[in-house]
T-cell receptor, first 117, second 115 residues
Framework: AQTVTQSQPEMSVQEAETVTLSCTYD???????LFWYKQPPSRQMILVIR??????QNATENRFSVNFQKAAKSFSLKISDSQLGDTAMYFC??????????????FGTGTRLTIIP | KAGVTQTPRYLIKTRGQQVTLSCSPI?????VSWYQQTPGQGLQFLFE???????NKGNFPGRFSGRQFSNSRSEMNVSTLELGDSALYLC??????????????FGSGTRLTVV
């Protein structure tokens, strides 16, 4: 079974600074996807960024980027120029490749990120 | 276009009762998944539906069930409620199986409190 570990329960950073959230995972498969989801107080889970395991290039989405280290099974999220609206719970998630016929997400325990004005 | 709609937003039930939660996916999305979120267990997969058929099921007791209608709307039912069923229940949709890898769209959840 796949597992996802987020070792930082809480983090805080000053507005406009850069912050990195850590995530490690465990799987014996080579075809999978990794995600970072954000859950603000509104409760809706919002996709921040995704990474396909077969792609060596790290994904980026505006101020958000990942450091994907496949051999180390590490998938960290970097938020640059942090904004107050980035305050939320951040979940790292794993999904097997579509050929496995099971697209369930396995989530980590989350990191509560607070951006300080 | 409208997002994933979950109703009701909040619900309070008594132990032993049953409850039905509803999820309307984004228009055109035909795959619906359900997750339970609790402080103790985190986010756990309940089940996934496509074309009115359950494709996958998580490790939950038989008291948890679901279904999907021809318009892709889905309902989940929990019978004989226990205090431990108190949770945020999240629904997620994608166009079809295999497209979840593009990232699911989640609803805002139903907060169920069992007293």
């Amino acid at each position: 079974a796949q597992t996802v570990t987020q070792s930082q329960p809480e983090m805080s950073v000053q507005e406009a600074e850069t912050v990195t959230l850590s995530c490690t995972y465990d799987t014996s498969e080579s075809n999978y996807y990794l995600f970072w989801y954000k859950q603000p107080p509104s409760r809706q889970m919002i996709l921040v960024i995704r990474q396909e395991a077969y792609k060596q290039q790290n994904a980026t989405e505006n101020r958000f980027s990942v450091n994907f280290q496949k051999a180390a099974k590490s998938f960290s999220l970097k938020i640059s120029d942090s904004q107050l609206g980035d305050t939320a719970m951040y979940f790292c998630a794993f999904m097997m490749g579509p050929n496995f016929g099971n697209e369930k997400l396995t989530f980590g325990t989350g990191t509560r990120l607070t951006i300080i004005p | 276009k409208a997002g994933v709609t979950q109703t009701p937003r909040y619900l309070i039930k008594t132990r032993g009762q049953q409850v039905t939660l509803s999820c309307s996916p984004i228009s055109g999305h035909r795959s619906v998944s359900w997750y339970q979120q609790t402080p103790g267990q985190g986010l756990q997969f309940l089940f996934e539906y496509f074309s009115e058929t359950q494709r996958n099921k998580g490790n939950f007791p038989g008291r948890f069930s679901g279904r999907q209608f021809s318009n892709s709307r889905s309902e989940m039912n929990v019978s004989t409620l226990e205090l431990g069923d108190s949770a945020l229940y999240l629904c997620a949709s994608s166009i079809e199986p295999g497209q979840g890898a593009r990232g699911y769209t989640f609803g805002s959840g139903t907060r169920l409190t069992v007293v």
